[in-house]
């Protein structure tokens, strides 16, 4: 039945005369997906590697202390020493380790704010002072930005999480 229906379908469209336009040149799409002139080329540094430990409550058995886990995700530096990232990243969280881009040392973070209902939290790290400030999201985007450049930026922190 799906079948005779599927067919009819399609003989349906095609004897209405339906016909896909001409095909986009590939230099067309080539030029919509580069990065406007605008867009700051090191923008990816501002995001942040986040290696969390975590251990996890047993509510029905509370006498135990639960299982370890541990995880990574990614924030950004908003700030002198403010690091946004997901609250569901650091929840139950023992111990918070940030690495910046390009630099094997490890900071110790920890959780200033966290808000659960809206997946945002905010950490602060105990060591500033190595921490570049210029390379925060902030004021990488206090140029003028318009929508191209707002979807770059999207692209390259999605690569650079890949």
Not at 2 to 13: A, H, P
Request: glycine content about 4%; some cysteine; charged content about 15%.
């Amino acid at each position: 039945m799906f079948r005779y229906t599927f067919s009819m379908i399609l003989l349906s469209l095609a004897s209405v005369g339906l016909h896909a336009k001409e095909p986009i040149p590939p230099s067309a799409i080539t030029k919509s997906l580069a990065a406007p002139p605008s867009a700051p080329s090191d923008i990816y540094k501002s995001v942040l590697r986040i290696e969390v430990a975590t251990q996890v409550p047993d509510y029905e058995t509370p006498w135990n202390s639960g299982r370890f886990s541990g995880g990574i995700g990614t924030g950004f530096l908003i700030g002198k020493n403010k690091i946004l990232t997901n609250a569901h990243v650091v929840s139950n969280s023992r111990r918070i380790l940030i690495t910046v881009y390009g630099s094997p040392k490890k900071y110790p973070a920890k959780v200033e704010y966290i808000a659960h209902d809206c997946d945002l939290a905010l950490l602060s790290v105990e060591d500033p002072s190595d921490l570049n400030p210029s390379l925060s999201l902030t004021s990488a985007m206090s140029q003028s930005w318009n929508l191209k450049s707002v979807s770059s930026v999207i692209l390259s922190v999605a690569s650079a999480c890949l």
